[in-house]
Nanobody, 121 residues
Framework: QVQLVEAGGGLVQAGGSLRLSCAAS????????VGWFRQAPGKEREFVGA??????HYADSVKGRFTISRDNAKNTVYLQMNSLKPEDTAVYYC????????????????WGQGTQVTVSS
């Protein structure tokens, strides 16, 4: 069993930066794939990016602006968001699974409660 808690959301102006964190409880966290998703009002949950032991994968919409990293000693994964745009406004969720990276939300087993990110123009 893995429990995930996101933090770091807030209000930022366009062009600014935020760093989200996803803290996990549970053993063997380093072996889990961790993903970030976001959901804007009235829209489906969409894949942002993910990190496994050896690689990262990003959605085209955030590539070059967002970076995912992990600190296994702290059981924490980070989402560094730079050059933020108003269209990045959403609730951001982290997710974890023991299998491979997938962009499909329904394939992920564990989810955090989400953190709101609002980018003003």
């Amino acid at each position: 069993q893995v429990q995930l808690v996101e933090a770091g959301g807030g209000l930022v102006q366009a062009g600014g930066s935020l760093r989200l964190s996803c803290a996990a409880s549970g053993r063997s966290f380093s072996s889990y794939v961790v993903g970030w998703f976001r959901q804007a009002p009235g829209k489906e949950r969409e894949f942002v990016g993910a990190i496994s032991r050896s690689r990262t994968h990003y959605a085209d919409s955030v590539k070059g602006r967002f970076t995912i990293s992990r600190d296994n000693a702290k059981n924490t994964v980070y989402l560094q968001m730079n050059s933020l745009k108003p269209e990045d406004t959403a609730v951001y969720y982290c997710a974890a699974d023991s299998s491979a990276i997938t962009t499909m939300a329904n394939r992920w087993t564990y989810w955090g409660q989400g953190t709101q990110v609002t980018v003003s123009s």
